[in-house]
């Protein structure tokens, strides 16, 4: 059976979808004004993550907002660009489910992808000597009930709009300009990881590896279903987990 055939027959999969698209998916202008106004934000970030950690009691309802609104945005221009060249977002983000099975599959595949991520950033953090993660996100943390819920909200976000906005539009746009699947993941995951760099440059390289792993994730699925149920599972449960344990003084925290 060839991949094509096994595509076919597994839900979720675009079958005959071809990892390198036959042009790009929007245009050079776009993807370049895109990349610079994404650079910008990462430089802001910088500035708004060292503000916030130099306070007390940071403003984190409205630091979730913000982000919020500028990841809807981002891939509301995303949508914009794709149309231009006669591209929808259904074909970034992959097929409906049909059936309930097929949800549970994508569910099983998130779930064992994480289980293999966790051990492969660990090696990955120990090589480069990244800060523990727990530490360059602490300024974050949500704090209250309030707090939880837009916590919740802001990773729901990051899952849908960054998968969409990395491994979506820009690992297609990449892997199209280089004629090339790989790279495209490479130059994707290298994105992924500098739009991350207010965490820190050596978490950032962490966060990158954490972006090819979802960049090969998307390429074997042909879909960014499991990544999105991955990325948002990740990011709800350590905020939630590292909520309770700073809260409770649980284990140093």
Not at 53 to 77: C, D, G, Q
Not at 91 to 119: H, M, N, P
Not at 218 to 224: G, V
Request: charged content about 10%; some cysteine; overall charge positive.
């Amino acid at each position: 059976m060839n991949s094509d055939e096994m595509a076919a027959d597994a839900p979720g999969i675009i079958p005959g979808a071809p990892l390198i698209p036959p042009r790009p998916i929007a245009s050079a202008v776009h993807t370049l004004s895109l990349l610079a106004i994404m650079g910008g934000w990462a430089y802001l970030g910088q500035m708004r993550a060292a503000g916030m950690r130099a306070k007390a009691t940071p403003n984190h309802p409205l630091s979730y907002l913000i982000t919020m609104t500028f990841e809807w945005v981002i891939v509301a221009y995303v949508v914009y660009g794709i149309h231009k060249r006669g591209g929808t977002l259904r074909e970034l983000v992959g097929r409906r489910w049909k059936s309930v099975g097929a949800f549970f599959l994508d569910v099983g595949i998130a779930v064992g992808f994480l289980l293999t991520s966790f051990v492969t950033l660990a090696v990955v953090s120990h090589l480069v000597q990244a800060p523990q993660s727990t530490q360059s996100i602490r300024f974050m943390i949500p704090q209250g009930p309030l707090e939880t819920a837009m916590w919740v909200a802001l990773s729901f976000t990051a899952g849908f709009c960054e998968e969409v906005i990395f491994r979506g539009y820009l690992q297609g746009q990449f892997t199209a300009w280089t004629r090339n699947a790989t790279l495209g993941i490479v130059l994707s995951a290298a994105a992924f990881g500098a739009a991350h760099i207010y965490q820190g440059s050596r978490q950032a390289i962490v966060i990158g590896v954490f972006g090819a792993m979802f960049g090969m994730l998307a390429a074997w699925r042909r879909s960014l279903k499991p990544g999105m149920i991955a990325h948002f599972t990740q990011d709800a449960g350590a905020g939630i987990l590292l909520s309770y344990l700073i809260r409770h003084k649980v284990g140093g925290f």
